[in-house]
Every structure is written in C-alpha cells, then in structure tokens.
C-alpha cells in the first residue's frame, strides 16, 4: 500500500518518492530554455527563407527555360535570381545573428542582467519587409 505524507510518497518497500509538488526547476533552467526554444525557432526561419530564395531563383530559371517571357520589357529576365540569392543570403545573415544572440542571451541569463535586444527583430522585419515589398513589384511588372 502506498502512504502519502507531505509532498512525499512511500513505496510499497519503503522508498521516499517526491512528488510533483516538491521538484523544483531553477529559473535559470527555464530561461535557458526558453532561450534555445527562441533560437531554434530562428533557425527554422532562416532555413524556410532559404528555402524560399531556391525556389524563387529556380522558378525564374523555370520560367526562362520555358521561353515565358511576359511582360518583361525593361525588366532583366535574371532578377528572380537576384530575389532568390537575396532571400538565402538574408536566411543565413539570420541563423547567423540569431546564433550570436543566443549566445548573448545565455551569458546575461548566467550574470542575471538579461533584458531584451529589439534591434535583431526590428532590422529583420524591415529587411524581409523589403525584400517582400520588391518581390510584389517584380510580381507586378513581369505578371
């Protein structure tokens, strides 16, 4: 038979088992956690807008092979290419920072002084911002 005494269990051959109530996480593990749930995350991003910039360069590439023209007068047929190579430089300059963030992010969890960086989500929003805005021009002037 089992006896419950304050957040303690007894086994049947008279171990001590703690229960849920009395194990503790240290704050410091969960913010270290968190941490590399954030980066991970980040680093799923630079990897879909890599992917994204390969697949818009190749679709270009598609598309010339196929003789589509369109519209494209004034308008150079390889500048799918230059979105493509764009969105994979911007996915690594991406995994790249997230890295050193992480990094940072880690030692100020450590001395525990961490307050939040702003700058890499802002730069980041206005770049792919951009890059989105520039991909609808092209869109529009090819389609």
Known sequence: MIQQEENVMKTPNGQHVPTSKQVTTSKKVTDH??????????????????????????????????????????????????????????????????????????????AERFHPSASFPIILAILASLVGVLLALYLFLTG
């Open 33 to 110: 956690l968190a941490n590399e749930r954030t980066f991970l995350a980040w680093i799923r991003t630079g990897l879909a807008t890599i992917t994204f910039g390969f697949v818009v360069e190749r679709f270009g590439l598609l598309l010339r092979e196929l003789g589509f023209k369109g519209n494209t007068t004034g308008i150079p047929s390889h500048l799918s290419s230059f979105f493509g190579v764009s969105l994979t430089v911007l996915g690594v300059i991406m995994m790249m920072v997230a890295l050193l963030q992480f990094l940072q992010n880690r030692l100020s969890i450590d």
